[in-house]
């Protein structure tokens, strides 16, 4: 290695964040991804000390005494606790730059949700620079994706990307490097969960925590009718009787739950489509639909949506490094990072 590529490798750290209500990922320049973590840290309430970020926090929840809590800083998207979420940031970045001994601080590109407000993104660039950033830039996260996809967003054609996140569904149509069109709610991934714990809690007087309800979705959950039917073991508290009971739970029951989840997402890309310009239009339904995120791993979800609006649809190879990956190349690209970052 030659002196000036030492030089600069040890002077550079360019890092793109993928800051998720559920699981927040780092992309280092030449490295590639790095930290791919949950959302979540542990604060002991008596010191002020962290305890726990990232993944060892994650399997605290539920279990941690009163002086111990567990605290997810993002929410909807959107930074809901503002000073842990810095120490969270703080611990990723770090962890990212652990003893490489760089001489400049980063320069971050920050994957953000389309809706929401110049003061919750100010948040977030505040976050980011007391968390030792030298220069932050702010990309939505449709847009990221559809750069991690290897759209042409750069071509006047439509591109209409859904990207489901844990406390997001952002849906844009993209076309000559800018969003023409997007609608986002709130309404996601965590709401997912949310319907399958309170569904138990309704039908078997079961509860179940967070990771438990998680697992559900992951392992049975779906959108459209399996080929094969899935059951599943599900270990909770019997509101009635106070004690730990289990139950055996199949596929329709956790579609049944979802559905509410699953049809305000199927309508929220029904208004982008009605409201996308007639010429990308028939782009759409030339290329399809994008489905990227974590919500994108729902069983069957692309079979549900291109049943509703009879599109092709497709799911990114990895729907979960998409927003990152497309932060992360943008880390070449400047001029076009420049041009497609929010001010």
Known sequence: MSLYRWFKNRLFC???IDLGTANTL???KGKGIIIQEPSIVVLNKQTGKVEAVGQRAKEMLGKT???ILAIRPMRDGVIADFEIAEKMLDFFIKEATNNRGFLLRPRIV???P???????????????MRAKATEVFLVEQPMSAAVGAELPISEPTGNMVVDIGGGTTDIAVISMDGIVFNHSIRIAGNEMDEAILQYLKKKYNLLIGERSAEQVKIQIGSAYPLDQPLTMEIKGRDLREGIPKTIVIDDQEIREALE????AIIN???IALEKTPPELSADIIDRGVILTGGGALLKNLDKRIREETQLPVFITDDPLTAVVLGAGKML???DLLRKIAIP
């Open 14 to 16: 360019d890092l793109a």
């Open 114 to 128: 389309t809706g929401i407000t110049q003061v919750e993104r100010r948040a977030v660039k505040d976050v980011a």
């Open 110 to 112: 920050i994957g953000i």
């Open 26 to 28: 780092v992309y280092m």
């Open 65 to 67: 005494p009163a002086n």
């Open 268 to 270: 929220a890309v029904r």
């Open 260 to 263: 509410e989840v699953v049809g």
């Open 332 to 334: 070449d690209d400047i």
